[in-house]
T-cell receptor, first 115, second 115 residues
């Protein structure tokens, strides 16, 4: 079956602009996660959605970052007023069950470059 | 707080040699899950294995094997008869069962197989 898909694969933007990154999880997966991978910080958790529960936003680095998940499926990560330190690969993952009880499968990522 | 340590930043071995990647974890939970992911040059994180804290049986899958030892909080990964296609960055990760469903990753080990 289809895996996790993300778009765009690459995004170049100017400092101060807003960007939206999209994630389509594996069909039927109830949990969706966003992570960020950067040279200095490794792989960091950003936010987690599980069903209709309130998302776990504990990893969002600032209030410029937000995410939503519509209809329990597609998710959009929005970064407002981008800064150069936001440059990273943004990875989305989904799992059938929440937490470690199930495996998280990752998408190919969106490489964000802020000039 | 949970933590994963991969002390080996980079390893190079000649093709057909065996290689072991180390992973040490910290968690206060009695129920947790351990993972290994492979990130080849293409960038996508590929799931390799998931183990829960109640199952200390070692596992073998082809040339891959995993040694889980709760007494030393380690979950090491061995590749037997390495091949060039094994060249990648390998990440060990930890997730707790409830209340902290994110993956906490180690910093990764870059494995280079020399032909």
């Amino acid at each position: 079956g289809a895996g996790v898909s993300q778009s765009p694969s690459n995004k170049v933007t100017e400092k101060g602009k807003d960007v939206e990154l999209r994630c389509d999880p594996i069909s039927g997966h109830t949990a969706l996660y966003w992570y960020r991978q950067s040279l200095g910080q490794g792989l960091e958790f950003l936010i987690y959605f599980q069903g209709n529960s309130a998302p776990d936003k504990s990893g969002l680095p600032s209030d410029r970052f937000s995410a939503e998940r519509t209809g329990g499926s597609v998710s959009t990560l929005t970064i407002q007023r981008t800064q150069q330190e936001d440059s990273a690969v943004y990875l989305c993952a989904s799992s059938f069950l929440a937490g470690g009880r199930d495996t998280q499968y990752f998408g190919p990522g969106t490489r964000l470059t802020v000039l | 707080a949970q933590k994963v340590t991969q002390a080996q930043t980079e390893i190079s071995v000649v093709e057909k040699e065996d290689v072991t990647l180390d992973c040490v974890y910290e968690t206060r939970d009695t129920t947790y899950y351990l993972f290994w992911y492979k990130q080849p040059p293409s960038g996508e994180l590929v799931f390799l294995i998931r183990r829960n804290s109640f199952d200390e049986q070692n596992e073998i899958s082809g040339r891959y094997s995993w040694n889980f030892q709760k007494s030393t909080s380690s979950f090491n990964f061995t590749i037997t008869a390495s091949q060039v296609v094994d060249s990648a960055v390998y990440f060990c990760a930890l997730s707790e069962a409830f209340g902290n469903e994110k993956l906490t990753f180690g910093t990764g080990t870059r494995l280079t197989i020399i032909p």
